[in-house]
């Protein structure tokens, strides 16, 4: 029995914090890929995913900055999103898959409001901003290199996505402010980056799936895919409100995304159809795109994770949970801090301890 890796679509990676990634979701093989392809009776999988992180743990490079905790100035980004997708496969080495997020985010802080220092928030009060709605839209295709039937133990898939821009990539909030004298006011303008629904531009992206039966009930798998974002930016202006506008991180980038994971399945003899999992994930986003400019505000870096979980399967029914926690954290430079003559400027972001995924699919 071959588990999720195969029978749920890759998506798009979400970020555990502040760098600002969408979600991937796919699961392990585990046994044997013949009698995976056996079960599936029909054409049709769908599929429903939920997610959730909470960052708060600053870096400046890979160094964790503590005395933000330590202080109360840590930003906290809460998010909860739902993940729906359908899959059609023609042949049992062709599949086209359609994924849309459905999001929740949160984020607290006080620097967005009042400020972080006492004298501008003596009370250190710290205020929400959140948005919430469907992210931007997937639609991605597969194709195994080799027949299923003719090679059960490996496998290689390779696949081509485009990632369209449904989301709102401009979603805002109220953020408080305070007058010289002492006066309390709100302005509304866009919500940062790292929870915004999308990111207003189409990307595509390549992707790679495998997996090697080394035993009976042993497994390795590894998938991975990077998403091109050509555009640089998608216009909405960070802070409207102030007199000029940086034309290096004035507005959003619109930034490339990777993500790559390595691990095994082994079987539970006496419970069929389940697996234990472990393996590593990497996931981030680069300070220079692939394609086109880099520039416009972004918060690079990338997160190491060890990765255990559980895949089962029954019928024509899966379910998998992974809980991928951080063992390497790092805000890499940005374009724009790698413009500062004196080369010493970086900035920070926030990144989650871990994070969870649940998944389940059914075919027809």
Same mark, same amino acid.
């Given at each position: 029995?071959?588990?999720?890796?195969?029978?749920?679509?890759?998506?798009? !990676?979400?970020? *555990?914090? +502040?760098?600002?990634?969408?979600?991937?979701? +796919?699961?392990?093989?585990?046994?044997?890929?013949? &009698?995976?392809?056996?079960?599936?009776?029909?054409?049709?999988?769908?599929? #429903?995913?939920?997610?959730?992180?909470?960052?708060?743990?600053?870096?400046?490079?890979?160094?964790?900055?503590?005395?933000?905790?330590?202080?109360?100035?840590?930003?906290?980004?809460?998010?909860?999103?739902?993940?729906?997708?359908?899959?059609?496969?023609?042949?049992?080495?062709?599949?086209?898959?359609?994924?849309?997020?459905? *999001?929740?985010?949160?984020?607290?802080?006080?620097?967005?409001?009042?400020?972080?220092?006492?004298? #501008?928030?003596? &009370?250190?009060?710290?205020?929400?901003?959140?948005?919430?709605?469907?992210?931007?839209?997937?639609?991605?295709?597969?194709?195994? @290199?080799?027949?299923?039937?003719?090679? /059960?133990?490996?496998?290689? #898939?390779?696949?081509?996505?485009?990632?369209?821009?449904?989301?709102?990539?401009?979603?805002?909030?109220?953020?408080?402010?305070?007058?010289?004298?002492?006066?309390?006011?709100?302005?509304?303008?866009?919500?940062? *980056?790292? =929870?915004?629904?999308?990111?207003?531009?189409?990307?595509?992206? $390549?992707?790679?799936?495998?997996?090697?039966?080394?035993?009976?009930? @042993?497994? %390795?798998?590894?998938?991975?895919?990077?998403?091109?974002?050509?555009?640089?930016?998608?216009?909405?202006?960070?802070?409207?409100? %102030?007199?000029?506008?940086?034309?290096?991180?004035?507005?959003?980038?619109?930034?490339?995304?990777? %993500?790559?994971? $390595?691990?095994?399945?082994?079987?539970?003899?006496? !419970?069929?159809?389940?697996?234990?999992?472990?393996?590593?994930?990497?996931?981030?986003?680069?300070?220079?795109? %692939? =394609?086109?400019?880099?520039?416009?505000?972004?918060?690079?870096?990338? =997160?190491?994770?060890?990765? /255990?979980?559980?895949?089962?399967?029954?019928?024509?029914?899966?379910?998998?949970?992974?809980?991928?926690?951080?063992?390497?954290?790092?805000?890499?430079?940005?374009?724009?801090?790698? $413009?500062?003559? $004196?080369? !010493?400027?970086?900035?920070?972001?926030?990144?989650?301890?871990?994070? =969870?995924?649940?998944?389940?699919?059914?075919?027809?």
């Amino acid at each position: 029995m071959l588990a999720l890796c195969l029978s749920l679509p890759t998506q798009l !990676i979400h970020a *555990q914090g +502040c760098v600002a990634v969408r979600h991937m979701s +796919c699961a392990a093989p585990t046994g044997s890929s013949a &009698d995976f392809f056996k079960q599936r009776t029909g054409h049709w999988q769908v599929s #429903a995913g939920y997610r959730f992180f909470n960052s708060y743990k600053h870096f400046v490079g890979d160094v964790e900055q503590k005395q933000r905790v330590e202080q109360g100035t840590q930003v906290i980004n809460t998010s909860h999103a739902l993940d729906l997708g359908i899959t059609y496969m023609p042949s049992l080495r062709w599949s086209v898959s359609v994924n849309l997020p459905i *999001q929740n985010n949160d984020r607290s802080s006080l620097y967005e409001h009042y400020g972080n220092a006492v004298a #501008a928030n003596p &009370d250190q009060l710290r205020f929400h901003t959140k948005s919430q709605g469907i992210g931007d839209l997937r639609i991605s295709g597969n194709y195994w @290199l080799v027949n299923p039937y003719k090679l /059960p133990k490996a496998n290689v #898939a390779l696949g081509l996505g485009v990632k369209l821009p449904t989301g709102n990539y401009a979603a805002t909030d109220n953020f408080h402010r305070r007058t010289k004298e002492g006066a309390d006011y709100t302005i509304n303008k866009p919500v940062d *980056q790292s =929870i915004q629904l999308g990111d207003g531009r189409v990307g595509f992206s $390549l992707e790679a799936q495998g997996y090697w039966q080394l035993s009976k009930s @042993l497994t %390795a798998y590894a998938n991975g895919f990077y998403l091109f974002n050509p555009a640089a930016t998608n216009g909405v202006v960070r802070s409207p409100e %102030a007199t000029s506008i940086d034309l290096v991180t004035g507005t959003f980038s619109v930034a490339d995304q990777f %993500a790559a994971r $390595l691990g095994v399945s082994q079987s539970v003899r006496f !419970i069929p159809g389940l697996a234990v999992m472990l393996g590593g994930r990497v996931e981030g986003v680069p300070a220079i795109d %692939a =394609i086109g400019s880099s520039t416009g505000f972004r918060r690079p870096g990338y =997160i190491v994770s060890v990765e /255990p979980g559980l895949a089962y399967m029954k019928g024509n029914y899966s379910a998998a949970l992974t809980v991928p926690v951080a063992v390497y954290r790092n805000r890499t430079k940005s374009y724009a801090d790698r $413009l500062d003559p $004196l080369g !010493i400027k970086q900035g920070d972001a926030a990144f989650a301890d871990y994070l =969870i995924s649940f998944n389940v699919s059914r075919w027809f």
